[in-house]
């Protein structure tokens, strides 16, 4: 069970905006070492989509934007595509466990 | 353009060994840190190893499921990052990724990533 919980699971129509969530604790992203999000289709390697809790690397439209409170982390994409039913994956630096993951979550664009 | 390259993965039994290796390009390998992550089938990512840049000490940092038989290593003159894997497991069977790690004060983030080998670990 990772330290980082995501929601196994969200849908949204075309166009419309959703949020996935990571939850993290005091020794992870409460501790101030930034949330960073990967993107990952099918069969591909993951990709980088936001770093350091709000950065979007260069090529990443700003439909993806990201936020951190306290503890908890979040990746919103605006203007939901066909092509952005993918898994998401949260990760975070922790001070006991080193590099964490979030256990993914998968979109599903109806 | 930044490239990572894996190779090396295959079927191997348990309880032998296996190396991985990372051929990178397009950037300053010793300018960075590398680690490598793994995906066993159906599951999320999980971070193996880190192999830091040499002005951050060049040390080396392991997950706890494969502290002990797992070591990574770099050679910055043929631009290659290893991870040599013993005691096989049935549990280490996943892909393997490599990736480039930057780091920014205390944010660190793995911007560039390979395609990824397979390693089986079957009898």
């Known amino acids: 069970q990772s330290l980082l919980t995501q929601p196994p699971s969200m849908s949204g129509a075309p166009g419309q905006r959703v949020t996935i969530s990571c939850t993290g604790s005091s020794s992870n992203i409460g501790a101030g070492y930034g949330v960073n999000w990967y993107r990952q289709l099918p069969g591909t390697a993951p990709r980088l989509v936001i770093y350091a809790g709000t950065n979007r690397p260069s090529g990443v439209p700003d439909r993806f934007s990201g936020s951190i409170s306290g503890t908890s982390a979040s990746l919103a994409i605006a203007g939901l595509q066909a092509e952005d039913e993918a898994d998401y994956y949260c990760q975070s630096f922790d001070l006991g466990l080193d590099w964490l993951f979030g256990g993914g979550t998968h979109l599903t664009v109806l | 353009e930044v490239q990572l390259v894996e190779s090396g993965g295959g079927l191997v039994q348990p309880g032998r060994s296996l190396r991985l290796s990372c051929r990178v390009s397009?950037?300053?390998?010793?300018?960075?840190?590398v680690t490598w992550v793994r995906q066993a089938p159906g599951r999320g990512l999980e971070w193996v190893a880190l192999?830091?840049?040499?002005?951050?000490?060049?040390?080396?940092q392991y997950a706890a499921s494969v502290k002990g038989r797992f070591t990574i290593s770099r050679d910055e003159s043929k631009n290659i990052a290893y991870l040599h894997m013993n005691s096989l497991e049935t549990a280490d069977t996943a892909v393997y990724y490599c990736c480039r790690q930057t780091e920014f004060g205390s944010f660190y983030w793995f911007d560039s990533w390979g395609q990824g080998t397979l390693v089986s670990v079957s009898s």
């Open positions: 397009g950037f300053t390998f010793g300018d960075y840190s």
């Open positions: 192999s830091r840049r040499k002005d951050h000490g060049g040390t080396a």
